[in-house]
Antibody, heavy 121, light 113 residues
Framework: EVQLVESGGGLVQPGGSLRLSCTAS????????MSWVRQAPGKGLQWVAN????????FYADSAKGRFTISRDNAKKSLSLQMNVLRADDTAVFYC??????????????WGQGTMVTVSS | DIVMTQSPVSLAVSLGERATISCRSSHSVLYSSNNLNYLAWYQQRPGQPPKLLIYWASTRESGVPDRFSGSGSGADFTLTISGLQAEDVAVYYC?????????FGQGTKLDIK
């Protein structure tokens, strides 16, 4: 079964840090670009970051630049998002998602169930 | 950044009727060298992650019913659901992947009338 499973969410104080993880199964993880997309409670979708197949290129939303770091380990079929200096407006469900650029462009065809991050004192 | 604007924000359609959702981008997402529109549509049911419906503006994802269709080019796009079914109640999003930051429309909430 094709699957992405996120973990690592939780409650953190403003200014704190959190590391999210995503584990892939059922598909050729090393062939895919990987991303994080978030959704604040009751709001729409916001792209956070992309990483290419070998991890050599990363792209970030302005809101994530300098605070978040996306990384991957192809041997472990895992994706991570290190989040520092968290703010209240980072509160959201964070989804791990993937896309096959050569086939569907940047259309996210595999999504995890999401992990909730709450930033509050 | 490319701003994606969807309309309407919400709509209610009777079962079996047609639903039409519009998406407009602030910049063309048509790449002239390959004549492809870098646009996708997603469905998000309550409590679920988004599900890809359409990519390249009009290519239906595998397993998506053929009542879902995408059309348009450049900066104006449409998602059409023909013959609305109860399970189509959801929020629908368009997304451009022409350039980073990838951006989504604000969403259109579809209900049954």
């Amino acid at each position: 079964e094709v699957q992405l499973v996120e973990s690592g969410g939780g409650l953190v104080q403003p200014g704190g840090s959190l590391r999210l993880s995503c584990t892939a199964s059922g598909f050729a993880f090393r062939r895919y670009w990987m991303s994080w997309v978030r959704q604040a409670p009751g709001k729409g979708l916001q792209w956070v970051a992309n990483i290419n197949q070998d991890g050599s290129e990363q792209f970030y939303a302005d809101s994530a630049k300098g605070r978040f770091t996306i990384s991957r380990d192809n041997a472990k079929k895992s994706l991570s998002l290190q989040m520092n200096v968290l703010r209240a407006d980072d509160t959201a469900v964070f989804y791990c998602a993937s896309f096959d650029w050569s086939y569907k462009g940047g259309a996210f065809d595999i999504w995890g169930q999401g992990t909730m991050v709450t930033v509050s004192s | 950044d490319i701003v994606m604007t969807q309309s309407p924000v919400s709509l209610a359609v009777s079962l079996g009727e047609r639903a039409t959702i519009s998406c407009r981008s602030s910049h063309s997402v048509l790449y002239s060298s390959n004549n492809l529109n870098y646009l996708a549509w997603y469905q998000q049911r309550p409590g679920q992650p988004p599900k890809l419906l359409i990519y390249w503006a009009s290519t239906r994802e595998s397993g998506v019913p053929d009542r879902f269709s995408g059309s348009g080019s450049g900066a104006d796009f449409t998602l059409t659901i023909s013959g609305l079914q109860a399970e189509d109640v959801a929020v629908y999003y368009c997304q451009q992947y022409f350039s980073t930051p990838y951006t989504f429309g604000q969403g259109t909430k579809l209900d049954i009338k």
